[in-house]
């Protein structure tokens, strides 16, 4: 998954392409959209319904950031007008707003926290093989002696792994994978 | 924006990496200053809260997006038979990892499994076919089955239906899915309804939904994300109650000491004794308890929370009482629960413990709150 694809892909239209799109963008919009509207199946929809606008659209982007900027404020945007129109959430939204100051600084600070998560989590498909399945094992719930037991390593060999990974989808910026991977093996 | 998302989210990356060069530093200290910053670059760095961040992530599968996507796309007029043709080849390759057993091989499976110590649930429960065949569906694995009106995929825990070529089904066919104690189970209905089965539990549904109603039959413990269809009112059948719903996101549960209980978390239900026309309506954050002998219900307020952390991997304790708090991890470490002395059933507890810890930790936190002696044989919990 490359920059320069997911923007033929949308600026083009291409279809065999388009797919990357939601791999890069999908699980980050819909998390956004589900803090904001507290309903995933509505989320869903309206990241739904952000894609295909894009899809009908003429709109080209020259870099990712503007497209990723765009995504976010179109799911922000649609988010806030269906919290305005559903009557029987007005008071969580007037409790986001009460809670949270200015509605602008809100979304800067939780467009930052998605962008951040969204990053992260495609660095994970980087990691060297043994820490990917242990980061997924316990992405999915299970404990270090379980993911242990399951690969057939020790249990401190988890943790370090465990330990690392993370540190590693914090730090690394995407682009340096190969600076990477020699520290992974001079360690 | 006046402040870019990408130049702060690359300054706190390379914070947490360590490679910020001075001026940077002094950025990034900037940034910080504001509470709710500050907040969010703890939260990131903290390993559990990604985990989290991640598992929900997961469910918001990009494959699954696309799929639906591509429904969309032709409905503009965009047909795209190529790709509807290179996928359902590999559909038909990706047969293998689960097992189908007969009966007699599922009981000598259980048989197996209780030689072991008591461990949580896990991802396992049973399928049976509008044919009478039942299915072992394993945590792991993938398999795909094809059914009267429709196709069914069993992915990583998880049931998928989709129904093709049927749009308009002429007769109705049933699947139901079982889930056993000790186990849980997810589902996705040919509505793109999402359903999760705690354990113990029994799910009844068509493979393809009629065109004026969608309506399944539920025992024991369920959370519903009902898909929204304005034209198909998606109704949960229980020995009790019935419940009407207009898109929405609640929980069900028929295994409560008392009373059967709903708690809608969003959207609007309406629910009426079973064989009554009576139909209260709900609001979000109530419950809706169905006593057991009279059959009455009444609505409350209530926190949401503890009633769905079963979903998310966790046992939410808020002055329930020790009855009930075990009936439901007996339920889930498929274990029975035996009290010696009645009057111990009513002692109150609160706690909030992880669903996938040894059942022996979190029955030490209540014997080290409450002075209760808990002792637990095979398969027992014996409260003394």
Redesign the interface.
């Known amino acids: 998954m490359d920059a320069g694809r997911i923007l033929k892909a949308v600026n083009e239209k291409d279809?065999e392409l388009?797919?990357e799109v939601?791999?890069y963008y999908?699980?980050?919009l819909?998390?956004y959209a589900?803090r904001l509207v507290?309903?995933?199946?509505i989320a869903?929809?309206l990241?739904?319904d952000i894609?295909?606008y894009v899809?009908?659209s003429e709109r080209k982007f020259v870099q990712m950031?503007e497209l990723?900027?765009y995504l976010?404020?179109a799911t922000y945007n649609r988010a806030m007008m269906w919290l305005r129109r559903e009557k029987?959430k007005s008071k969580h939204l007037g409790r986001l707003m009460e809670e949270?100051g200015p509605e602008f600084?809100e979304m800067?600070?939780e467009?930052?926290?998605e962008?951040?998560?969204r990053?992260?989590?495609l660095y994970?498909e980087e990691l060297p093989p043994e820490q990917r399945k242990v980061?997924r094992m316990?992405?999915?719930?299970?404990?270090v002696n379980?993911i242990a037991e399951k690969l057939g390593i020790s249990v401190n060999t988890v943790k370090t792994h465990?330990?690392r990974s993370?540190?590693q989808?914090?730090?690394?910026?995407k682009g340096d994978a190969n600076i990477f991977w020699l520290a992974f093996f001079l360690s | 924006?006046d402040?870019?998302?990408?130049r702060?989210?690359?300054l706190?990356?390379?914070s947490?990496?360590?490679?910020l060069t001075a001026d940077e530093q002094v950025e990034v200290g900037r940034l910080l200053e504001?509470k709710?910053?500050r907040r969010?670059y703890e939260?990131?760095?903290n390993?559990e809260y990604?985990?989290a961040?991640?598992?929900?992530?997961?469910?918001?599968?990009?494959?699954r997006?696309?799929r639906?996507?591509r429904g969309?796309?032709r409905k503009?007029g965009?047909r795209?038979s190529l790709?509807r043709l290179s996928v359902a080849a590999s559909l038909l390759m990706a047969l293998g990892t689960v097992w189908l057993l007969a009966e007699q091989g599922e009981l000598e499976e259980g048989r197996k499994m209780t030689q072991f110590v008591v461990k949580p649930g896990n991802c396992r429960a049973f399928l049976q076919l509008s044919s009478g065949k039942r299915v072992v569906l394993e945590e792991a694995g993938q398999l795909d089955l094809y059914e009267t009106n429709g196709n069914i995929r069993i992915d990583s825990g998880k049931v998928v239906y989709s129904n093709p070529a049927v749009p308009e089904p002429e007769t109705e066919v049933y699947n139901t899915l079982s889930v056993p104690y000790g186990g849980e189970y997810r589902l996705l209905l040919a509505d793109g309804t999402?359903v999760h089965l705690n354990a113990g539990s029994e799910l009844r549904y068509p493979v393809a939904f009629a065109v004026t109603e969608r309506r399944v039959f539920l025992k024991g413990e369920a959370w519903f994300?009902?898909?929204?269809d304005a034209e198909r009112p998606f109704y949960v059948e229980t020995d009790e109650v019935n419940i009407r719903v207009y898109?929405t996101?609640f929980n069900v549960n028929t295994h409560g000491v008392r009373a059967m209980e709903t708690v809608l978390?969003?959207?609007?239900i309406g629910i009426s004794r079973a064989g009554s026309d009576r139909e209260w309506r709900m609001?979000?954050g109530q419950l809706a308890s169905c006593d057991h002998r009279s059959g009455e219900i009444s609505l409350q307020e209530v926190d949401v929370r503890k009633y769905v952390a079963w979903k998310n991997?966790e046992f939410c304790f808020n002055d329930d009482t020790l009855e009930e708090i075990l009936e439901e991890l007996g339920r889930w470490y498929d274990v029975k629960v035996v009290f010696r002395s009645a009057g111990k059933k009513d002692i109150q507890f609160s706690g909030h413990l992880k669903r996938?810890?040894n059942i022996r930790k979190i029955l030490g936190a209540i014997t080290e709150s409450t002075g209760i002696v808990i002792h637990i044989s095979e398969r027992t919990i014996m409260v003394e």
């Open positions: 279809k388009w797919q939601f791999g999908y699980a980050a819909c998390s589900g507290q309903e995933s199946v869903e929809d990241v739904q894609l295909l899809w009908n950031e990723t900027n976010y404020r029987c949270n600084d800067f600070i467009t930052v926290r962008e951040l998560l990053q992260m989590y994970i980061i316990s992405v999915e719930g299970l404990s379980e465990k330990k993370f540190k989808l914090r730090g690394k910026i | 924006m402040k870019s998302v990408e702060t989210v690359a706190l990356r390379k947490y990496g360590g490679s504001d709710r910053m969010l939260e990131m760095g390993d990604l985990a961040e991640f598992r929900r992530y997961a469910g918001w599968e990009p494959e997006g696309y639906k996507f969309k796309m503009r965009m795209r790709v999402a994300e009902v898909a929204k898109g996101a978390v969003s959207g609007e609001c979000p991997g996938y810890e």
